[in-house]
T-cell receptor
Framework: DTGVSQDPRHKITKRGQNVTFRCDPISEHNRLYWYRQTLGQGPEFLTYFQNEAQLEKSRLLSDRFSAERPKGSFSTLEIQRTEQGDSAMYLC????????????FGPGTRLTVL | GQNIDQPTEMTATEGAIVQINCTYQTSGFNGLFWYQQHAGEAPTFLSYNVLDGLEEKGRFSSFLSRSKGYSYLLLKELQMKDSASYLCVYRMDSSYKLIFGSGTRLLVRP
């Protein structure tokens, strides 16, 4: 098992463009989380899946953001009509089910909106 | 971070011991985690407490008092590679989502 992977690692885009990020969790981890982190801050929760069900979305996740996990394995996060304020590191994490299970993070996708 | 307080920065000397404190406020609690994050990298898991008391793991120990909403991370025999941000994180019992503090940036000096 190679851990959580994310693609791409870096993305530079122009304001107004759409971007999509992919996260592949650790095999058999049924929980998957998306977080956003800006410089000097801790990660902020965006959304969370248990298997294919999206159980919670942060108010930070405006209608320009959408996330899917169609088969309960990999997940995608799409940002439409990007804004400069969307520039951040987007982190994905996964954990197995059950109490006290540790969430393991992927390397992140760094988004820069020009 | 949401209802989590931890110092912004700390400095310590190589070989010394440092304690990073964290206080939190939440109506639902299901465990306290500490993560380490080097600049430009993803957070990595260090420790987990769900019951009161001390958990020891090599050079790292973490303490939890649920009644006081308080935790600390203790790092012993500091090494230069311990220079990083240390994130105090609680898990909400209703949703299992993790709530992160803003992190404590630790600088270890020779």
């Amino acid at each position: 098992d190679t851990g959580v992977s994310q693609d791409p690692r870096h993305k530079i885009t122009k304001r107004g463009q759409n971007v999509t990020f992919r996260c592949d969790p650790i095999s058999e981890h049924n929980r998957l989380y998306w977080y956003r982190q800006t410089l000097g801050q801790g990660p902020e929760f965006l959304t969370y899946f248990q298997n294919e069900a999206q159980l919670e979305k942060s108010r930070l996740l405006s209608d320009r953001f959408s996330a899917e996990r169609p088969k309960g394995s990999f997940s995608t996060l799409e940002i439409q009509r990007t804004e400069q304020g969307d520039s951040a590191m987007y982190l994905c994490a996964s954990s197995p089910g059950g109490e006290g299970r540790v969430a393991y993070f992927g390397p992140g996708t760094r988004l820069t909106v020009l | 971070g949401q209802n989590i307080d931890q110092p912004t920065e700390m400095t310590a000397t190589e070989g010394a011991i440092v304690q990073i404190n964290c206080t939190y406020q939440t109506s639902g609690f299901n465990g306290l985690f500490w993560y380490q994050q080097h600049a430009g990298e993803a957070p990595t898991f260090l420790s987990y407490n769900v019951l009161d008391g001390l958990e020891e793991k090599g050079r790292f120990s973490s303490f939890l008092s649920r009644s006081k909403g308080y935790s600390y991370l203790l790092l012993k025999e500091l090494q230069m590679k311990d220079s990083a941000s240390y994130l105090c994180v609680y898990r909400m019992d209703s949703s299992y989502k993790l709530i992160f503090g803003s992190g404590t940036r630790l600088l270890v000096r020779p």
